[in-house]
């Protein structure tokens, strides 16, 4: 096993020499160095530096340029470095603490306090990196245990947007197509629309969450979800019920209110049927009062809804039904989110043509 170094740079022989001898018998290699270039040498060559002893005034590199080399990258916070020099000056003091020195000794010192304080930084700098060390394998003890929990959420969410499908006579790749269509239009909105201000995590989140859109549709009745024809208008309010029942099916399910995931469920569930103009339902919201979720679910649902097929009419070509949304015949959609649409349509098509599904004109 390699002992861990202790690199002592000092241009006066004498004075190594004497650091050199407070660790003898201590368990340590000891490294010399005359000057800053010879210091910076065993930096770069070696790997188990646990201190180093830093003369100010050499030739070739003084102290500070071996400290601005360390700064630089990053080195002062694996390695602790003490200054010893004989310079009284107190702005010189300042400077070695504002690169990041453990401490600064002055000459003449008494060796065994040198000694006792070099211990100290030594046991507290690998305490530090042991503790880190601890913390990362903690993050990712963490990080694998999330994933499997968002795993199996996402495979329990599935299972039952799937069920929801089959009561209502879909496809079954429904929730599939609108968590592509909804992770496509938060890219462009991430890229072109900054103001909103989607982290990566955020996003997933609603890409995850939009699947339970329709979850309320479990509590409708099969005679009005299968109906062949045209709602009549106490039907059609029913219907509409699918929004608010699907809330109270997430309060049940979802008991921690301030999850983030868990808001974009509930969002998603209820304002998914909103309208920019205030003539969706069930709240009658308008513009901005539409969460950005809801609003992003609510033209991948509508999009999907246009090329499927329905017990109640034909599939519309992709052209079709991208025309019938620029054009506000289902409805008016936030413009930011209708530039998105516009600039993702491409990208609608192919997942379209990938998925074997359908038959486009």
């Known amino acids: 096993m390699t002992k861990q170094q202790i690199l002592i740079v000092d241009d006066e022989e004498i004075n190594r020499l004497i650091l050199d001898g407070m660790f003898e018998g201590e368990g340590y290699d000891k490294l010399e160095a005359a000057n800053g270039q010879e210091a910076i040498y065993h930096i770069e060559n070696s790997h188990d530096i646990v201190l180093i002893l830093l003369d100010i005034i050499m030739p070739v590199l003084d102290g500070f340029k071996v400290l601005e080399y360390m700064q630089e990258r990053k080195l002062l916070d694996e390695i602790p470095v003490i200054l010893i020099t004989s310079e009284t000056i107190g702005d010189s003091e300042d400077r070695a603490y504002s690169y990041g020195v453990a401490d600064v000794i002055h000459k003449p010192f008494y060796p065994y306090i040198v000694k006792k304080r070099c211990k100290n930084i030594i046991e507290l700098y690998q305490n530090k990196q042991n503790m880190k060390m601890r913390l990362k394998e903690q993050e990712k003890e963490i990080l694998a245990q999330q994933k499997e ?9 599935d299972a039952l947007s799937s069920v929801i499908e089959s009561r209502n006579a879909e496809t079954g790749d429904h ?6 269509f909804t992770k496509i239009i938060l890219k462009y909105l991430k890229e072109y629309f900054p103001k909103y201000e989607i982290t990566d995590l955020q996003a997933d989140l609603i890409t995850r969450a939009s699947v339970l859109h329709d979850i309320g549709k479990i509590g409708i009745p099969d005679a009005i979800l299968l109906k062949p024809g045209r709602l009549t ?15 109270d099916i997430l309060e049940k399910f979802y008991r921690n209110q301030t999850s983030e995931f868990d808001q974009y469920c509930y969002e998603i569930c209820r304002f998914h049927h909103e309208r920019w103009d205030g003539r969706g339902y069930p709240d009658h919201l308008a513009g901005d009062e539409i969460p950005i979720s809801a609003q992003i679910v609510a033209i991948a649902d509508v999009y999907d809804a246009l090329i499927s097929p329905r017990v109640y009419k034909s599939p519309y070509s992709k052209d079709e ?4 949304i620029m054009n506000g015949k289902c409805g008016q959609f936030p413009p930011d989110i209708l530039e998105c649409f516009r600039l993702a349509k491409e990208d609608f098509f192919v997942t379209m043509e990938s998925s074997d599904m359908f038959n486009f004109s």
């Open 175 to 180: 929730t599939k197509r609108i968590k592509l």
């Open 149 to 157: 929990i968002n795993d199996n959420n996402e495979f329990v969410i």
């Open 233 to 247: 208008d106490e039907e059609f309010d029913i219907m509409k019920s699918h929004t608010t029942i699907g809330c």
């Open 321 to 324: 039904a991208y025309e019938m």
